[in-house]
């Protein structure tokens, strides 16, 4: 594999649901043609954003399976095929293979999950045989584990162990996985530009999801060297990055979504839509991103 296969920004994209909670299947197209006429380079269908773990196995797969024949080609396709089981993550992955993904993000064994090193190793060398480039996701506050440098370099061993997710929110100890010279991922939505200068080879974005084509001029500028101009973006973006990250988080983006004119519904139960007092201090923050994005 030559260069690195899914650098800028991939939109950990949202599952629109109806009013009884089912997967809107009859408005996905319309929700990712929104987003593919916004710019965005590459999606994650079945993401942490779009509530992966609250999906069956069947309403993942159709989803990665319709999303996929959506986008067609026109984007890149990653899938989240985490599960508990690990023959059930290899299965994931083959489906997803089936359907054109060019690769898939996998957390760590969860739920009172192996916590050494061997052991996180032995579990992604298996995930290897599902036969897609592979994207760990490191998130150590929601599994209790954390893939260190010296882990990731042990990772990088395995043939389609591509590069790492870090989802932290530590950018001290996202820049120690940077100075190892492989590639890593940034999904902390704080840190987005700040990641990008420190070297981050890409992006995956659940707060992308309500400003599509703000979030992806961030990324272009940043791409191109011009650093004032990614601060002038940034500064509109900020202040609702900042709040969604201080919890809520999947109620937060879809509500903000809903608000700048990418609804997907409401979150599935047993999350319940945002609470009113969150949802006015975030129109708030999202300021003038309503109307431009709106506008666009």
């Known amino acids: 594999m030559t260069g690195f296969p899914f650098p800028g920004l991939n939109l950990a994209v949202t599952t629109p649901f109806d009013a009884d909670g089912r997967i809107a299947f009859d408005r996905l197209e319309d929700h990712l043609e929104r987003y ?44 989240q095929t985490s599960a508990l089981m690990t023959p059930d993550v290899v299965a994931r992955t083959r ?4 359907c054109g993904a060019e690769g898939v993000m996998v957390l760590p064994p969860f739920f009172e999950g192996p916590t050494e090193d061997d052991d996180i190793f032995a579990f992604y060398e ?5 036969g897609l480039p592979i994207i760990g996701y490191n998130v150590p506050g929601a599994i209790g584990v954390a893939i ?8 990088s061993e395995i043939p389609n162990f591509v590069t790492v997710k870090d989802s932290g929110g530590d950018l001290a100890a996202q820049a120690e996985l940077i100075r190892t ?26 707060g992308a999801n309500f400003a599509p084509r ?23 973006l900020e202040p609702a990055m900042n709040l969604i990250w201080q919890g809520d988080y999947v109620q937060s983006v879809y509500a903000a979504a809903e608000m700048t004119g990418y609804g997907a519904g409401h979150p599935r139960r047993p999350l319940s839509p945002l609470a009113a007092d969150r949802r006015e ?16």
């Open 36 to 79: 593919i006429a916004a710019g965005i380079p590459g999606f994650v269908l079945s993401s942490g954003t779009g509530m992966h773990v609250y999906l069956s196995r069947e309403e993942s797969d159709e989803l990665v399976a319709r999303g996929a024949k959506i986008i067609g080609g026109r984007a890149r396709v990653i899938v």
């Open 95 to 98: 489906h997803a293979a089936d």
């Open 126 to 130: 298996a995930v290897g045989e599902g």
């Open 148 to 155: 260190s440098p010296d882990l990731l370099r042990r990772l």
């Open 181 to 206: 010279g492989l590639p890593v991922m940034n999904g902390a939505d704080p840190l987005m530009p700040y990641a990008l200068y420190a070297g981050a080879s890409g992006l995956i974005w659940g």
């Open 214 to 236: 703000s979030c992806v001029a961030v990324v272009e500028a940043a791409g191109r060297g011009e650093w004032d101009r990614v601060r002038e973006l940034w500064r509109a």
């Open 281 to 296: 201090a975030l129109c708030a923050a999202l300021g003038g991103l309503i109307e431009t994005e709106r506008a666009a």
